[in-house]
């Protein structure tokens, strides 16, 4: 719409398999009218400590971090998306992207029972309490998703659900940067706190920085750093 943006992209080059990459993203806009602390600002500080804790170490496959542009509407359905426009050129280029993480919203916890909500399909096979993170793919990607899944197990006791999805037609499910990459062809997966099912301050006004869990965050990025790593070998 007649202003320069841009898809920030910072790489951790693979000392022994450069040419498969893993992409850690977030997105870095909010949606008009809403500070943005938890979508996506808490995503992004997850994407930063990742590279800011992954920097001096030297991983088997290219580690790659991504902060997209043009995430929220009115860009979602268009071709100015800022993911879309990466991974179309990503496919173009034919980079061997071997698993795609995107973080989106994951700020918000909370132990308070029934404080968790679903769509209909899945809410009576998970916890009510909003004390956990999900990892979310579609059935294509369920293997990554599983990879994934057993190296933060592995990583962390951080509470953890996932769940893959075809169609992904439950709302949210595929409305991050993930779903860029599924129209692609690449495996990818969504990190999320569940954003509007557990959180009531998203896309308004009062998603501020207050709102956020920090203690969880903290904890959550630790886990996720270790499950990069080793991801990456």
């Not at 804790?53 to 979602?76: D, W």
């Not at 004390?131 to 990583?155: D, H, P």
Request: aromatic share 12%; proline share 6%.
């Amino acid at each position: 719409q007649g202003v320069d943006c841009s898809n920030l992209e910072i790489n951790l080059a693979g000392a022994e398999k450069p040419e498969e990459i893993i992409l850690v993203g977030a997105h870095y806009d909010s949606v008009f009218g809403s500070p943005g602390a938890n979508d996506n600002g808490s995503g992004v500080a997850v994407l930063l400590e990742l590279s800011r804790a992954l920097a001096k170490s030297r991983p088997t496959k290219t580690v790659r971090f991504v902060a997209f542009v043009n995430e929220e509407p009115p860009f979602y359905h268009s071709k100015d998306r800022g993911s879309l426009v990466y991974a179309k050129e990503a496919k173009r280029q034919r980079e061997n992207i071997v698993g795609v993480i995107v973080l989106e919203t994951v700020g918000c916890f909370k132990n308070d029972a029934h404080s968790q909500d679903y769509p209909a399909l899945v809410r009576y096979f998970y916890p009510d309490t909003a004390n956990f993170i999900a990892f979310v793919s579609n059935l294509r990607s369920r293997g990554w998703l599983k990879q994934v899944t057993e190296s933060f197990r592995a990583a962390t006791n951080f509470p953890v659900e996932r769940l893959a999805i075809f169609p992904p037609i439950a709302p949210g499910v595929s409305w991050s940067d993930h779903n860029s990459f599924w129209k692609f062809g690449y495996r990818a997966m969504m990190v999320t706190d569940t954003a509007f099912y557990r959180y009531p301050y998203y896309h308004t006004a009062q998603d501020t920085p207050e709102k956020l869990n920090y203690t969880a965050m903290a904890k959550l990025a630790e886990g996720l750093v270790k499950t990069v790593a080793r991801l990456a070998g």
